[in-house]
């Protein structure tokens, strides 16, 4: 394979002629190559984004990212999911989904939170677990033994994927998405992963990802999108969401209305600076912060309640989030979290900062 080859199937990319899925997987390959000049990977990002993706296409990236990935076998008992998004929603929403990840995990479901810094947004889950003190670089020895003994633990994206630094790089500087803004959560390197909640800011994406996850060993995957354009279930509008479980898919929609949750302005739940977003996200879990935000973490630590087969009923898992919440073991097992796998000096520092 070489440079001449990828620069043929990006001509034929352009030119909208048919590629079989074994040039289609030789090209994505080629991308991860030190041999190729970057501008040559820019050019065939830049085709492949000018034509489009298909589910097939989508399949066979997730397929070589998570082989080349440094993949991670924890032992666990029971469930172990994923709860991240695509990003992109532009909301200037706080950590929604990190909030609602660590209540999840205080139910006793096993969580390895996937995730990388804000690409679009104001602060993303690795900002947020940097900020209070975990240690993004920690070994993977150290993120199996957080799974394995606390039931949580965080995954940097950029230290199991190394392979994706160049095309970070060039993403970058092409200024515009590629599919590879959109792979990120369907890639998270345990192997074991029983189920995964992402969340979807574009709906649509949502035939592309349903049919390309649906053969993956994943035993239930839930994609959930608010009508307002956010990759989280929402307070603020009607949501969609899509269940991947034993090769078929249900969907049905999602009205915060007849969940008896108060329906809000997206300001409600915003927040204006990366402290606000931190200082919310811990609020949440501490079960501290105003009926908007903390309805918003119910409702999506309940689905994730759901991927975790602890209930299957959305107003059930609600009830059990604020439960969980009230009973104080989200911040117990956050901390554990932090003793476990970073600074808990200057956690407790963060805490006193914000008076939680």
């Given at each position: 394979m070489s440079i001449e080859y990828l620069q043929l199937q990006t001509r034929k990319i352009l030119s909208k002629l048919?590629?079989?899925e074994n040039e289609f997987a030789n090209a994505i390959n080629l991308l991860f190559s030190d041999e190729i000049p970057e501008c040559t990977i820019a050019s065939f990002l830049t085709a492949l984004t000018y034509?489009?993706?298909?589910?097939?296409?989508?399949?066979i990236i997730r397929e070589i990212l998570i082989k080349q990935s440094l993949s991670i076998t924890p032992r666990v008992k029971g469930s172990l999911i994923d709860n991240c998004g695509t990003g992109g929603d532009l909301s200037n929403s706080f950590n929604i989904s990190t909030a609602a990840s660590i209540i999840a995990s205080a139910s006793g479901i096993n969580v390895a939170?996937?995730?990388?810094?804000?690409?679009?947004?104001?602060?993303?889950s690795a900002d947020f677990?940097?900020?209070?003190?975990?240690n993004l670089d920690i070994s993977k020895k150290e993120v199996i033994d957080s799974i394995e003994s606390i039931g949580l633990s965080f995954l940097f994206a950029p230290n199991f994927h190394p392979n994706l630094k160049k095309i970070s790089r060039i993403r970058k500087q092409l200024g515009f998405k590629t599919v590879f803004n959109i792979i990120g959560p369907l890639c998270n390197p345990c192997t074991n992963i029983t189920s995964q909640v992402i969340g979807i800011a574009d709906p649509k994406f949502f035939?592309?990802?349903?049919n390309a996850m649906i053969t993956s060993n994943i035993k239930k995957i839930i994609l959930v999108h608010s009508l307002d354009g956010m990759d989280e279930l929402s307070n603020t509008a009607k949501n969609i969401v899509l269940t991947l479980k034993s090769g078929s898919i249900e969907r049905q929609e999602v009205d915060p209305k007849l969940l008896d949750l108060k329906v809000v302005k997206k300001q409600a739940i915003?927040?204006?600076?990366?402290?606000?977003?931190?200082?919310?996200?811990?609020?949440?879990?501490?079960?501290?912060?105003?009926?908007?935000?903390?309805?918003i973490v119910a409702l999506n630590t309940s689905i994730a309640l759901i991927a975790g087969e602890k209930t299957s009923d959305i107003n059930d898992g609600i009830k059990i989030a604020r439960d969980l919440v009230k009973s104080e073991l989200p911040r117990t097992k956050l901390r554990e979290l932090i003793s476990c796998c970073g600074n808990i000096e200057k956690f407790n520092l963060i805490e006193e900062k914000f008076s939680i």
């Open positions: 048919n590629i079989d034509r489009g993706v298909n589910y097939n296409e989508l399949r939170k996937h995730g990388n810094r804000s690409a679009s947004g104001m602060f993303g677990f940097e900020y209070i003190g975990f035939d592309l990802i349903s915003q927040v204006n600076s990366i402290e606000d977003s931190v200082k919310t996200t811990l609020q949440t879990i501490y079960g501290k912060s105003n009926e908007a935000k903390q309805d």
